[in-house]
């Protein structure tokens, strides 16, 4: 019975009061666990950053609500569906641009509706009027086949992907924190991978530097390092310090890991022979 929220609606305003208002009279026993309400607006991809980094720590089948939605009244579907994310089947529901295919990544989708809408539904709102009740409903027993028809596939959207050579990884910046650390598109399987033990130098916004640790507190305070942080991605961070401030970094600027060569084994010793 548990609705996740992920949406851009800010809490100054009364939307998303509204939009949980309507949720409790679709299914008042529904639990509602808000993931965040500060993504920039209109930032489909911070959302699905967010949600993806929640969605693996809920049960099985909770309903996952995520409304950014830039084409709301538009000819945009509303949908909901169901796939596997976390290695758990999960259900979702919000507008078909693109989000949810972000969530879902390579995941195969299981099943798609598009969600009916009410004549009377505001052109403006649809998070209060069709997102948020149709989420409820699921959460209370819904089976997805009852909200609409099927759709074959969810609106393609992907996540740039670290680009490899011989030197090193070329990644960017896909999302920085309240910390002010800055989360990229490097895993920790193309850093292993191409690392084999090397060290290497950082080149991100106005730094350069080769601190990479375990934990922030590996560098001295108001240091630099890199580190993969709670989402298994690399992190550009600063030990109590902001980076993306201090280093001028911001989401979409790239980071480039630049591997240090190998070092070149010994030669063997040979004893000179003697002259006959």
């Not at 993931?35 to 720590?57: S, Y």
């Not at 809408?117 to 027993?141: E, N, Q």
């Not at 401030?245 to 010994?266: C, K």
């Amino acid at each position: 019975m548990i609705v996740t929220l992920t949406t851009d609606f800010g809490l100054r305003d009364g939307y998303v009061a509204a939009m949980k208002g309507a949720m409790v009279c679709a299914a008042p026993a529904v639990r509602l666990v808000d993931v965040t309400h500060e993504v920039p607006a209109q930032d489909v991809m911070t959302a699905a950053f967010a949600l993806r980094q929640v969605v693996g720590h809920f049960p099985p089948d909770t309903v996952h609500l995520a409304v950014v939605d830039p084409g709301v009244g538009t000819d945009r579907r509303a949908i909901a569906a169901r796939f596997t994310a976390a290695g758990a089947p999960q259900r979702f529901v919000g507008p078909d641009n693109g989000l949810l295919a972000l969530v879902a990544g390579p995941e195969a989708v299981t099943e798609v509706v598009e969600l009916t809408t009410a004549p009377d539904a505001s052109a403006t709102f649809h998070g209060r009027d069709v997102f948020g009740p149709a989420a409820a409903r699921l959460a209370v027993g819904a089976d997805l086949a009852a909200l609409g028809p099927p759709v074959d596939e969810l609106a393609s959207l992907h996540w740039p992907l670290a680009r490899t050579d011989d030197q090193g990884v070329f990644g960017m910046v896909l999302h920085v924190d309240q910390f002010g650390n800055c989360v990229t598109n490097i895993s920790r399987e193309d850093f292993d991978r191409h690392a084999d033990g090397r060290t290497f130098k950082c080149y991100v916004g106005s730094g350069v530097f080769r601190s990479h640790g375990r934990t922030y507190a590996e560098v001295g305070a108001g240091d630099p390092l890199t580190l993969f942080g709670s989402s298994g991605m690399l992190e550009v961070a600063v030990n109590r310090g902001h980076a993306s401030r201090l280093l001028s970094v911001h989401r979409g600027d790239t980071v480039h890991l630049v591997f240090d060569a190998p070092r070149a084994e010994p030669a063997p010793h040979r004893l000179a022979s003697s002259a006959r």
